[in-house]
């Protein structure tokens, strides 16, 4: 099943794509339900002396410098054959815009001489005038 995708993702061209449109990975979805959760106990428990009984450090939630912040997930933020297709698209690209650069070059080389060639032809034509 998971092949199937992947032989999917890699048949797709992935340059115009719009990646909001997917669902969270499983870490992040995890993260966001357990912050979901913390911060409804506290709420649930609001009208109590002790307001909660989790800790944040647990659910969803990081401590940097007395403060709180998300965590958004844990492992990697690409599944790996992601990753591979995204750099071989770069490189493939890289590679053409290579070519077309080289190619540019050679042109505007090419039109240079061209240049040079008309101009001693037309001082020559002005000689023969005087």
Request: glycine residues 2%.
């Amino acid at each position: 099943m998971v092949c199937d995708v992947n032989e999917e993702f890699n048949r797709k061209n992935v340059k115009n794509f719009d990646a909001s449109n997917l669902p969270p990975c499983k870490s992040k979805l995890s993260q966001q339900f357990r912050r979901a959760n913390y911060i409804t106990s506290l709420w649930k428990n609001a009208h109590m002396k002790k307001i909660s009984i989790f800790s944040p450090d647990n659910n969803g939630w990081t401590l940097k410098d007395n403060k709180y912040h998300f965590n958004w997930f844990d492992g990697d933020q690409l599944p790996s054959f992601v990753i591979e297709s995204l750099q071989e698209e770069s490189e493939n690209e890289s590679n053409m815009d290579d070519n077309e650069d080289s190619q540019c070059q050679h042109w505007v080389d090419n039109d240079l001489s061209n240049l040079d060639d008309d101009d001693s032809k037309d001082h020559a034509e002005c000689s023969n005038y005087k």
